[in-house]
Nanobody
Framework: QVQLVESGGGLVQAGGSLRLSCVASGSIGRINAMDWYRQAPGKQRELVAVITTGGSTNYADSVKGRFAISRDNAKNTVYLQMNSLKPEDTGVYYC??????????WGQGTQVTVSS
């Protein structure tokens, strides 16, 4: 069984920062891409940032220059550093991992609320 557990969400004022973490545990094997998605109230879940095993990254236009995704392969952990947060960044942030033949996995989500 594979589990992804996120942490680091919370309430922050606009302009502030948060760092999200997601740890994979269980029968993991190789982890390919790891991603962060978010879902705002009443909206569809959207991709925020992606990082490959080799460290290549890609970001949604709305977060470029403000968010940074990184990973520690030895710890099976992916991070999302979020700076200059805006109220429109509010939502539930989900970790997602591609574990090849073992399948695709989601975390339970962590709430991020940015007040104006």
């Amino acid at each position: 069984q594979v589990q992804l557990v996120e942490s680091g969400g919370g309430l922050v004022q606009a302009g502030g920062s948060l760092r999200l973490s997601c740890v994979a545990s269980g029968s993991i094997g190789r982890i390919n891409a790891m991603d962060w998605y978010r879902q705002a109230p009443g909206k569809q879940r959207e991709l925020v940032a992606v990082i490959t095993t080799g460290g290549s990254t890609n970001y949604a236009d709305s977060v470029k220059g403000r968010f940074a995704i990184s990973r520690d392969n030895a710890k099976n952990t992916v991070y999302l550093q979020m700076n200059s947060l805006k109220p429109e960044d509010t939502g539930v942030y989900y970790c997602h991992a591609d574990m090849g033949w073992r399948g695709l996995y989601w975390g339970q989500g962590t709430q991020v609320t940015v007040s104006s």
